[in-house]
């Protein structure tokens, strides 16, 4: 019992760190004390105007299911 309480307590903390803008801070020092090689992207990153961000290419496919369905109708 006494995890639900650890377990709500600190996600409490948590968003509430969040919401006062700590949380990044925080975790960016934790990360640089334990040696994680983390790389973060510039902050001017975000002003970056993607023209096409969901570019996909068409590319036809056959149709298997249809073409052997005919095939054994016309049989």
Known sequence: MSWWYFMCGLSTIILISDWNGTLEPTVKKWEEKLGIPVYYAPNDSMD??????????????????????QNNENR
Do not use: A, G, H, K
């Open 48 to 69: 970056v105007q993607i023209s096409n961000p969901y570019s996909m290419e068409f590319e036809p496919q056959q149709d298997t299911f249809n073409s052997q369905r």
